[in-house]
T-cell receptor
Framework: AQKVTQAQTEISVVEKEDVTLDCVYE???????LFWYKQPPSGELVFLIR??????QNEISGRYSWNFQKSTSSFNFTITASQVVDSAVYFC????????????????FGGGTRVLVKP | DGGITQSPKYLFRKEGQNVTLSCEQN?????MYWYRQDPGQGLRLIYYSHIVNDFQKGDIAEGYSVSREKKESFPLTVTSAQKNPTAFYLC???????????????FGDGTRLSIL
């Protein structure tokens, strides 16, 4: 069975500080996908990034960066120079590759990390 | 604009009552999903459907039912058998991505259900 653990339930920082969110996953599959979603106070989930298990390159998108390390089963997320608008709950999720194309991608979510950025 | 519409935004259920949450998408997506989110917790999968007239149970299907009569619509009924229905419910959809079918799911704004 697959599992995603986000050990940090809440992180509080002052604006412009960097913040790193940890995500550790478990899966028996060799092919899988990892996702990060942001949930602002309004409630909807906003997709941030998808990474497949064969691509261990780190990625940077603006103030966001992701560090995927297969050896430690981790997919950590860093917000650089945080802003008040970054305040949200962030979810890490795992999807195993479906056996058939039509099977879609059931997601297993971590418990989420609430980030509070104070001005 | 294309997207996923969930209604109502807030819903109250009386004891012994069934209630239905609506989820409509105009993204032409094949697959649709229902998740439940409890305070301070992650999302858990209730039901999913990859094609019209077919759906599968997720991890916490007991006390819920769904239908998929149209590609655009995937309503969720919370039955009286669900003893603890108070939660935030999120609907999602995803289209086929060809060889790479693990496309990111698109989410609606959610429905918050409470017991009266």
């Amino acid at each position: 069975a697959q599992k995603v653990t986000q050990a940090q339930t809440e992180i509080s920082v002052v604006e412009k500080e960097d913040v790193t969110l940890d995500c550790v996953y478990e899966t028996r599959d060799t092919t899988y996908y990892l996702f990060w979603y942001k949930q602002p106070p309004s409630g909807e989930l906003v997709f941030l990034i998808r990474r497949n298990s064969f691509d261990e390159q780190n990625e940077i998108s603006g103030r966001y960066s992701w560090n995927f390390q297969k050896s430690t089963s981790s997919f950590n997320f860093t917000i650089t120079a945080s802003q008040v608008v970054d305040s949200a709950v962030y979810f890490c999720a795992l999807s195993e590759a479906p056996l058939i194309k039509a099977a879609g991608n059931k997601l297993t979510f971590g418990g989420g990390t609430r980030v509070l950025v104070k001005p | 604009d294309g997207g996923i519409t969930q209604s109502p935004k807030y819903l109250f259920r009386k004891e012994g009552q069934n209630v239905t949450l609506s989820c409509e998408q105009n993204l032409n997506h094949d697959a649709m999903y229902w998740y439940r989110q409890d305070p301070g917790q992650g999302l858990r999968l209730i039901y999913y459907s990859h094609i019209v007239n077919d759906f599968q149970k997720g991890d916490i299907a007991e006390g819920y039912s769904v239908s998929r009569e149209k590609k655009e619509s995937f309503p969720l009924t919370v039955t009286s058998a669900q003893k603890n229905p108070t939660a935030f419910y999120l609907c999602a959809s995803v289209g086929r991505g060809g060889v790479d079918s693990n496309q990111p799911q698109h989410f609606g704004d959610g429905t918050r259900l409470s017991i009266l």
